[in-house]
């Protein structure tokens, strides 16, 4: 299939998907109500039965959880913050907002007194929006259509996200990597993200750069990929493509606007050297320089068809190589590697002796550095 081809027919099917998720929103709303006590579920079903709700019920922490990553999932969850069973409603709350597939779901969080240190402890758990018992039906509601309005303006955002985790998948497991890679290189970013202090915007849309940096790779031959030995010119050529290639297959992704700069630019080179565009020191975005490093140490320690993975040490010693070289941002892959020896290395394990020479790094990375 030609590269046109193939990006006309993963953009329909990005398209598909949007549209679906647009007919969601025609739907009736999904309600999860969770609480042990019997009245206050009934309660909270008569306070919604003459809205357009699709109300379900969970007794327990566990089966709410379990209710909630149910497909269909719930548009919103309503859940007592100490309910019984196994988990507390703050601890389902923590568990589906760590969990990139769940996180955009609406949780409102029932509390017992609406203390201040209740709600502080619903607020560090995530929750989007908290009720004190008794609850008010007229409150209730208000809530709720806040909480609706939330859905449909995070309608879009959900089938992007949905869009991005499955290419990305797909695009990994092409490339030879493990099945949590995508999510690997996520976390890492978004730690790094918090390290040096991005906003919460910012470090949304750096876990979504970090998922689609490699998307356009599906348009590279796999003979490229799982080659062994460096690659022709041409061969070379063709994979310095897949950041704009990348770009391409996302530009229908109209909430993932802001991402396309780190798909199209986290393969430039700080000295000017890279690719696509050429851009040097800060002309590239900070979060497209967070996911090149990132790719990069995620890569080296990962099996690839080519090579083993390295260790971690290893990894980072050829990271600051890359910085002496000009690839990477000396300063930001020194504090890269900082927060990485903080999260990964909590014991002291021996540091690897540094590595000098091109020829000892391109034993270390395998046969051609550029498939890192």
């Known amino acids: ?42 309660l909270l079903r008569l306070g919604l039965c003459d809205e357009s709700y699709e109300i379900t019920e969970a007794t327990t922490g566990t089966e709410a959880l379990e209710k909630a990553m149910c497909r269909p999932e719930p548009h919103a969850i309503l859940i007592d913050a100490q309910i019984s069973g196994g988990l507390s409603g703050l601890a389902v709350c923590r568990k589906l907002k760590s969990d990139m597939q769940y996180r955009t779901i609406p949780v409102v969080i029932l509390t017992t007194t609406g203390s201040n240190e209740e709600i502080t402890e619903a607020v560090e758990a995530g929750a989007d929006e908290f009720l004190s018992k008794p609850i008010n039906r007229g409150e209730l509601k208000i809530r709720l259509r806040s909480i609706t309005r939330m859905h449909r303006g995070n309608t879009e955002l959900i089938g992007a996200e949905s869009v991005a985790l499955s290419l990305a998948r797909a695009v990994a497991s092409k490339d030879g990597y493990s099945g949590g890679h995508v999510e690997q290189v996520a976390n890492y970013a978004v730690a790094f993200g918090k390290k040096i202090g991005l906003d919460s915007s910012q470090l949304k849309m750096l876990r979504y750069g970090a998922i689609l940096h490699n998307v356009g790779k599906i348009a590279i031959p796999d003979s490229i990929l799982e080659k062994t030995g460096p690659l022709t010119p041409r061969e070379r050529a063709l994979f310095h493509q897949h950041p704009r290639v990348g770009c391409d297959i996302c530009a ?38 967070i996911v090149g490093i990132v790719d990069v140490y995620s890569a080296l320690t990962n099996d690839r068809p080519f090579r083993r993975a390295k260790t971690h040490e290893e990894a980072l010693e050829i990271l600051r190589h890359r910085a002496r070289q000009g690839i ?38 395998g046969s051609d550095p550029e498939l890192i």
């Open 1 to 42: 299939m030609e590269t046109a081809e193939l990006h006309s027919e993963i953009a329909q099917g990005i398209a598909d998907t949007f549209s679906q998720a647009a007919a969601d929103v025609e739907q009736k709303m999904r309600i999860l109500i969770a609480d042990g006590n019997a009245t206050i579920r009934k």
């Open 252 to 289: 229908p992704l109209k909430p993932l606007a802001p991402v396309l700069p780190i798909i199209r630019h986290h393969k430039e080179h700080f000295d000017g050297t890279g690719y696509p565009d050429g851009l040097r020191g800060d002309e590239i975005p900070i979060n497209a320089q």
């Open 328 to 365: 990477h941002d000396p300063k930001l892959v020194e504090k890269f590697c900082e927060s990485i020896v903080e999260e990964h290395d909590k014991q002291t394990p021996p540091i690897m002796a540094p590595v000098e020479t091109n020829r000892e790094i391109l034993q270390a990375v």
